[in-house]
C-alpha cells in the first residue's frame, strides 16, 4: 500500500511518519519511508538545488521539472520495486505537493501539471492521501520555532502559504476517497492517533480485497 502525507510548511508531517511507521511496523507489515525530493542519491542532489536559499531567481517552470525529475527517479528506483514486493510505503510528500505549491501556489495550468505528473510518476497514484492541515501563519511560525530546515520555499510570502493550503483543500475535495484530512492543529499525540486509526481501516479494506 502507498501511503502520502501532505500538507502546509510546519504541519507536522515529518514529526509523524517515523511514529506511525512504527505502529504499523506492529501490526505485522514491513514499512519504507522516504521523502520528496529526495529518497535516492540522484533525488537528495535535486533537492540540495531545490531548497537552497540562495536560488531566489529559480523560475517556477524550473522548480516544477526539477521536482519532477526527483520523483521519476524515487519511483522507479524505491517506489515501485517495494510496493511490488508488498511493502508499506510512506512519502513525506509526492505529487499532489506540485499541485498544491506550484499549481495553486504559483498560479501554474493545472492540467499542464496533470500531464507532466502522469509522466513522471508513470501513473503510479497513492491508495491514501493524508492531508496534515494547519494554518499557513501557524504553519511557519512552528516551522521557525522548530530549529529545522528553513529553505527557500518555506521563505515565499504568506499570500503564497495561504494559496497552497486552499490548493490542498481543492484537491481533497475533488478525490473524497483517497483523502483524508487531519486537524494537525490539535496536539501532536491527537494527530498520531487519528492518523493511526485512518490507516488501520484502509489497511483492512485494501488487504480484505
Not at 160 to 187: C, M
Request: glycine letters at 10%; proline letters at 4%; charged letters at 25%.
Amino acid at each position: 500500500m502507498f501511503i502520502t502525507l501532505e500538507g502546509p510548511d510546519g504541519s507536522g508531517k515529518s514529526m509523524q511518519i517515523p511514529l506511525l511507521a512504527d505502529f504499523i511496523r506492529l501490526q505485522g507489515y514491513e514499512v519504507l519511508t522516504t521523502r520528496e525530493p529526495g529518497g535516492t542519491n540522484i533525488g537528495d542532489q535535486i533537492r540540495q538545488v531545490i531548497m537552497k536559499l540562495g536560488n531566489t531567481s529559480m523560475n517556477p517552470r524550473t522548480e516544477i521539472l526539477l521536482f519532477c525529475a526527483a520523483r521519476a527517479q524515487i519511483v522507479e528506483e524505491v517506489l515501485r520495486p517495494n510496493l511490488a514486493r508488498g511493502v508499506v510505503v510512506i512519502s513525506d510528500r509526492y505529487a499532489d505537493s506540485t499541485l498544491a505549491y506550484q499549481g495553486y501556489g504559483h498560479g501554474v495550468n493545472l492540467d499542464d501539471l496533470h500531464r507532466l505528473l502522469n509522466f513522471a510518476t508513470g501513473g503510479l497514484s497513492p491508495d491514501l492521501t493524508l492531508l496534515l492541515d494547519v494554518d499557513a501563519e501557524e504553519g511557519l511560525k512552528r516551522r521557525q520555532s522548530s530549529g529545522g530546515e528553513w529553505n527557500r520555499l518555506d521563505a515565499y510570502a504568506i499570500e503564497f502559504h495561504k494559496r497552497v493550503r486552499n490548493g490542498y483543500h481543492s484537491l481533497a475535495g475533488a478525490e473524497p476517497d483517497r483523502w483524508k484530512l487531519i486537524d494537525a492543529s490539535q496536539t501532536p499525540e491527537m494527530v498520531q492517533s487519528t492518523l493511526r486509526q485512518v490507516v488501520l481501516e484502509k489497511l483492512s479494506t485494501v488487504h480484505n480485497k
